[in-house]
Each structure stands twice: as structure tokens, then as C-alpha cells.
């Protein structure tokens, strides 16, 4: 498990360190200034179709997108998966520019800095990275994901009976049925199918277990140990809520970018 600096630090960077974050700084400016531009070649494209009978979605223009940019990843050594969620966020974006681009009344105004304070686990949360579903019969919730709502299956990292990975564009959803293990039959049996976690993306799981670690007692834990799996990411839950019945769990891709761990997915459900 990676050891991060502790939540509130402060350590001085070396000479070197300073020198390269400055030259990310520009660089950031600089994947800045090009996204600019790239908005706002989509607002003259949405003055276009505004007079045209151009639709505003274009399946097979986001598929070409989509699939030429990730080979082009993949010709400059970039993750494809990687560029993938970047350009799907560019392409939610150019979206809403269009639609957004006909409305009469002003954009909201905002700031860089966020109102009030913000705290730890606000800092180093990115995404939803999945979100596990524990069902009572796992082939009729396949066929319903799949075959009625267009969802494709996934290979995860290490397949598991009982455990089935959906996605569709961004969005991954886990389908564990009671044949994944008694631990999970015995979460079904007590409170049916349904949501059982949420699993968010962090930067660094180490400082994040450590910093709702300290809001909580031994005697009131709120979250588990930290799990590693065979790729190296590292995975942490908390406890069930009672009060929406939902568990969060905390995955820092510190491995390969590949699919969802079966490993991880059973963890969260002996803390159930």
C-alpha cells in the first residue's frame, strides 16, 4: 500500500520537483488554451445546425470520435481508456454547448475558488468508477441490462461466478448474484436486490482511508482495511448506512487501467 503524506501536510518541494510542477502548470495552461478553442469551435458548429437540419446527436459521429481519438492515443503511448473518459467528458460538453447556445437568459456566473470549505475527501474524489448491484437472480438482470437497455458485457480482471460487468459509454455497473458467495446470498436474503455500493475513484486511497479513519473510533469504525488486488489498486469500504441502506467504496487505480476486480467486489460484501 503506497504511503501517502498525511492529510494537512505541508512538505517543501526539492529544486527539481518545483521546476516540473512549473512546467505543468504550463502545460495545464496550455491543454487549457486548446480546449478553448475547441469550445468554441463547437459554438460555430452549433450556430450551423441552428440554421440547418443538421440533428444535434450524431451516433456516428461520436463513434468516430470516440474510436479515432482512442488510436491516436494509443499511437502517442496514452492509455485509450484514459482518453476515452477524457473525450466523453469533451463530448458531454459540446452537447450541452448546443442546446445551451439557444437559451435567452445569462450562464450562471462562477469562481475559481469553491464556496466555503471543502474537505478532504471533497480534494482527492474524481468520479464514480462503479457501482455494484447485488440482484436475486443475476442471467434476468444481464438479459434486462443488455438486451433491453443496450448495455454490453465486460471481461472483468478475474472473472467470478455469480459476477457479471455491464457497461455502456462511461458507466459501469457490477451484477453480483447470491451464487458469487454466501456472503452475498446472505446480503440478498436480509435486503433483496438493490444498490449495495457505490465504488468512487480517488487519487490516493492511503490519505483517504486515513482521513475518514480519524473521524471515526475504535469502537465506531466507518471503514474497512484496505484491500489490494492483484493489479495493484487499492480499494477500501465503509460500512453500511443504515439510513439509505448504501456502502461507499474508495479505489485508487494505482495499477494498470484494466476492468473492475471480482477480488475487490466480494471485499465490500463482507462488511456488509
Known sequence: MSTPDSPGSTNEPSPALAALRQRIDELDRQLLDILAQRLEACHEVARIK???DTPIIQ???????????????????????????????????????????RRTDAAPEKSASPEGTRSAIDTVSTRVDHV??????????????????????EHPSNSHPGIAVIAAGGVTLVLVGPEAGPQVAAHIA???????????????????????????????????????????HEQFFTLRDPASGVQLGFIARTGHR?????QN????????
Open 50 to 52: 441552428e440554421h440547418s
Open 59 to 101: 451516433p456516428d459521429r461520436v463513434r468516430e470520435v470516440v474510436t479515432s481519438r482512442r488510436q491516436y492515443a494509443i499511437n502517442r503511448s496514452v492509455d485509450p481508456d484514459f482518453a476515452e473518459d477524457i473525450m466523453r467528458v469533451v463530448l458531454a460538453e459540446t452537447h450541452r454547448i448546443e442546446i445551451a447556445g
Open 132 to 153: 455494484v448491484i447485488a440482484v436475486e437472480n443475476l442471467s434476468t438482470a444481464v438479459d434486462t441490462f443488455t438486451q433491453n437497455l443496450g448495455f454490453h458485457l
Open 190 to 232: 436480509h435486503h433483496g436486490s438493490g444498490i449495495h455500493h457505490i465504488a468512487i475513484e480517488v487519487l490516493n486511497a492511503s490519505y483517504t482511508h486515513a482521513t475518514l479513519n480519524s473521524t471515526s473510533s475504535a469502537l465506531s469504525p466507518i471503514v474497512t482495511d484496505v484491500v489490494t488486488d492483484d493489479h495493484g
Open 258 to 262: 484494466v476492468g473492475v476486480a471480482t
Open 265 to 272: 467486489i466480494l471485499e465490500g460484501f463482507k462488511s456488509s
